[in-house]
């Protein structure tokens, strides 16, 4: 049973609008959540965070929104680079547990230029 | 600094043989993670280490499977009698005691012939 779940495997989007990438999630403990954003033959790398007190967090051109009744949340990128073409995995973790990271299948974003 | 390294980059072993993967954290970063990622799936929990002992090892398969981190910095997954499904990524992560946010080395892609 995935607990974390990415349900669009792919995501084309033009240069300069707006990416819009969703994630959902079963578990009611998860009180952190995190993107990461992969790109080939490297490793995952931190993008932002959320905390389960928040609804909202943005840093730049990167803002995380958190519906926590829905058990939903979103990171949208405006605007689009062609540089933010890569795979974004959404991950979830319960403070004060041994902390891992349950991640999403990931979504590949694809911006054109 | 000086990130997360792994080595090696790639491993390619013959079924029933044994491999050792190495992972070198963030220098101050007390808590290290292993993960494993199957082709189009999100990196999956393996092992936690705070410090030298492991804390949660409840992500290993089998017992084929075997984290140290004698010193408290490098540590090294083995696995034993290796087999096909083995097959994936296995990256490794550091944090800060008590940070929400891991961040991830390249990874080691072993391949099982």
């Known amino acids: 049973d995935q607990q974390v779940k990415q349900n669009s495997p792919s995501l084309s989007v033009q240069e300069g609008r707006i990416s819009i990438l969703n994630c959902d999630y079963t578990n009611s403990m998860f009180d952190y959540f995190l993107w990461y954003k992969k790109y080939p033959a490297e490793g995952p790398t931190f993008l932002i965070s959320i905390s389960s007190i928040k609804d909202k967090n943005e840093d730049g051109r990167f803002t995380v929104f958190l519906n926590k009744s829905a058990k939903h949340l979103s990171l949208h990128i405006v605007p689009s680079q062609p540089g933010d073409s890569a795979v974004y995995f959404c991950a979830a973790i319960i403070s004060g547990s041994a902390r891992q990271l349950t991640f999403g299948s990931g979504t590949q974003l694809t911006v054109l230029p | 600094g000086a990130g997360v390294s792994q080595t090696p980059s790639n491993k390619v072993t013959e079924k029933g043989k044994y491999v050792e993967l190495r992972c070198d954290p963030i220098s101050g970063h007390t808590a290290l993670y292993w993960y494993r990622q199957s082709l189009g799936q999100g990196p999956e929990f393996l092992i936690y280490f705070q410090g030298t002992g492991a804390a949660d090892d409840s992500g290993l398969p089998n017992d084929r499977f075997f984290a140290v981190r004698p010193e408290g910095s490098v540590s090294t997954l083995k696995i034993q009698r290796t087999e096909r499904g083995d097959s994936a990524v296995y990256l490794c992560?550091?944090?800060?005691?008590?940070?929400?946010?891991?961040?991830f080395g390249p990874g080691t892609r072993l391949t099982v012939t």
């Open positions: 992560a550091s944090s800060f005691i008590g940070g929400h946010e891991q961040y």
